[in-house]
T-cell receptor, first 111, second 114 residues
Framework: GESVGLHLPTLSVQEGDNSIINCAYS??????FIWYKQESGKGPQFIID?????DKRQGQRVTVLLNKTVKHLSLQIAATQPGDSAVYFC??????????FGAGTRLTVKP | NAGVMQNPRHLVRRRGQEARLRCSPM?????VYWYRQLPEEGLKFMVY????????ESGMPKERFSAEFPKEGPSILRIQQVVRGDSAAYFC????????????FGSGTQLSVL
């Protein structure tokens, strides 16, 4: 089965607040991780990635944190906006280019 | 540079018919992946192909399902003798021939089996 899982299936935040979405992975051989955003009726869209030689990477309003010791990945979204409402997936790449996805977290932003 | 193109966008089949889903990768991408997604669920890996080769089909059912990525033309996911349980969104993704790189996804094909 898939080796990537998520702690929270749903997350509701107030507009303007920061969001944190968590992900656990079980394959210690994984050394490349990606966060995707999927809006209703659309395909997943790349947000940010991180390799195992890093523990933090920042993008525009998003930060990914990687804790290899406990095999945990998180996505932080600063100043969450209504347009951030979507399902967020983490994915890992343990070998070759075989990307495996977690179950996803639905983020709802309240105005 | 067009993105990953999937067609049809919606496909309706009756039980027992065949479904053929097409995926044209981004220009320059030689790797194609197929994923299946049920409502309110995650993406389940099905198969990973390079041109004319199946690299990993561990997520694809052994019966009724097949995939190909010919030298010329799109990748095809074929489902024979469809059953109601095959109803799902099928997403295709592509990537360049670079190890451990992000995948680019198409908009998916929604298969409905009546």
């Amino acid at each position: 089965g898939e080796s990537v899982g998520l702690h929270l299936p749903t997350l509701s935040v107030q507009e303007g607040d920061n969001s944190i979405i968590n992900c656990a992975y079980s394959n210690s051989a994984s050394d490349y991780f990606i966060w995707y955003k999927q809006e209703s009726g659309k395909g997943p869209q790349f947000i940010i990635d991180i390799r195992s030689n890093m523990d933090k990477r920042q993008g525009q309003r998003v930060t990914v944190l990687l804790n290899k010791t406990v095999k945990h990945l998180s996505l932080q979204i600063a100043a969450t906006q209504p347009g951030d409402s979507a399902v967020y997936f983490c994915a890992e790449n343990p070998h070759n280019n075989d990307m495996r996805f977690g179950a996803g977290t639905r983020l709802t932003v309240k105005p | 540079n067009a993105g990953v193109m999937q067609n049809p966008r919606h496909l309706v089949r009756r039980r027992g018919q065949e479904a053929r889903l097409r995926c044209s990768p981004m220009k320059g991408h030689s790797h194609v992946y197929w994923y299946r997604q049920l409502p309110e669920e995650g993406l389940k890996f099905m198969v990973y192909l390079q041109k004319e080769n199946i690299i990993d089909e561990s997520g694809m059912p052994k019966e009724r399902f097949s995939a190909e990525f010919p030298k010329e033309g799109p990748s095809i996911l074929r489902i024979q003798q469809v059953v109601r349980g095959d109803s799902a969104a099928y997403f295709c993704a592509s990537s360049p021939p670079i190890p451990q790189t992000k995948l680019f996804f198409g908009s998916g094909t929604q298969l409905s089996v009546l």
